[in-house]
Nanobody, 114 residues
Framework: QVQLVESGGGLVQAGGSLSLSCAAS????????MGWYRQAPGKQRELVAV???????NYLDSVKGRFTISRDNAKNTVYLQMNSLKPEDTAVYYC????????WGQGTQVTVSS
């Protein structure tokens, strides 16, 4: 079992910044993928950014150049730095750990006001 604890998020004005973190604990494999997904009201959950344990990243096109995903393998923690936030970034952000199966965090609300 893997447990994910997210922190960060909140309310920010458009153009502002927020950072999220997600700490994984339990049966953590040395090779895994962690990432952030988001779900806005009435929309499907979508990938925002993912990073492998080797540091390979992938981003949603609309966040490229604004969001940066990183991780600290020693701490089993993944981070998402979000800059130049837009109202359309408003959503619940979920952390995901993938290794054979998926584990999800409880979600954290990010609200960007115009």
């Amino acid at each position: 079992q893997v447990q994910l604890v997210e922190s960060g998020g909140g309310l920010v004005q458009a153009g502002g910044s927020l950072s999220l973190s997600c700490a994984a604990s339990g049966s953590i494999a040395s090779i895994n993928v962690m990432g952030w997904y988001r779900q806005a009201p009435g929309k499907q959950r979508e990938l925002v950014a993912v990073i492998s344990s080797g540091g390979i990243t992938n981003y949603l096109d609309s966040v490229k150049g604004r969001f940066t995903i990183s991780r600290d393998n020693a701490k089993n923690t993944v981070y998402l730095q979000m800059n130049s936030l837009k109202p359309e970034d408003t959503a619940v952000y979920y952390c995901r750990y993938t290794r054979v199966r998926d584990y999800w965090g409880q979600g954290t609300q990010v609200t960007v006001s115009s």
